[in-house]
């Protein structure tokens, strides 16, 4: 059965400590802090509901309260816009509350990405599901989960984003061994490996944070020890599974994305996030832009 279901569900982990991110997460989820005006977890979830997604399991855990009033109604909030008779920031308060049917579970411990997933087995059940992770973003223009849950469809089997990186990048990431399929932008992913040694690496592709999971991957994730930094990874699930037919919750495979994708969980490539959709709103580029433009020259010449 779970081979020919659809998929309706989306899992995102929000549970990590988001220490690159301190102090600012002491208090805050990283999840939440804001891209130009929106907590960059509602841009994943817009994503997900987006690609046909309306069943939304979030993973969070201590201190990530602030989520789930972030997905739910704000009456204090909403009456006060309406005394003011303010119809547009109404829209934007109640449209986080609306996006779908959000579900939350706790992960009492971050014992790593592996193990948030594993939080949602209970939820997801006997079904193949979508992970996009919580700090990760994909920009709308170029749809990628669609292209994942088609393949999906295809192949079977789990489906993973890949992105090509410099060579001297890739020891950060989860890396993928890959071979050619008849779809210029799907591989067969053949191996695994979360962040190389350089010199390593089998290729320049590495692991972006949206996967389409095989219901095998629960079992396997069980069965699987804490791997690098004593967290359960997600990568060493999914490299169990690539080794294995379509019988047995098989094969993995990987679709090549080539677009624009916005990293918020560091500090460097928050910023650039930033002012990219900064630059790109229609409300804020006329004045952003020209700013930008004359602060970087003066800083240059400094
Ligand atoms: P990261 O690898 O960015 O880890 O997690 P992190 O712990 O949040 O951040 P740093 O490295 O300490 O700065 C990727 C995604 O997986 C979630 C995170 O919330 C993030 O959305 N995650 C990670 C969990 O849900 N649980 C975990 O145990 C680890």
Redesign the pocket.
Known sequence: MADHAPVTKAV??????????LPA?KAT???MLPIVDKPAIQYVVEEAVNAGLEDLLL?T?RGKRPIEDHFDRAYELEEALRAKDDPERLAAVRESAELGIVHYVR?G?????G??VHCAHQHVGNEPFAVL????LIDPRDPLLQRMLEVREQFGGSVVALMEVEPEQVSLYGCAAIEPTSEDDVVKVTNLVEKPVPGEAPSRWIII?RYVCDPAVFDVLEKTPPGRGG?IQLTDALMTLAQRDRSQGGPVHGVLFRGRRYDT??KLDYLRTVVQFAADRPDLAAEFLPWLREFVAKHDED
């Open positions: 995102v982990p929000a549970a990590g400590l988001g220490t690159r991110f997460t989820p990283k999840e993973v855990g992960q411990e971050p014992k790593g990405l193990h948030a992770l919580g700090d990760d944070g967290e969980g560091n």
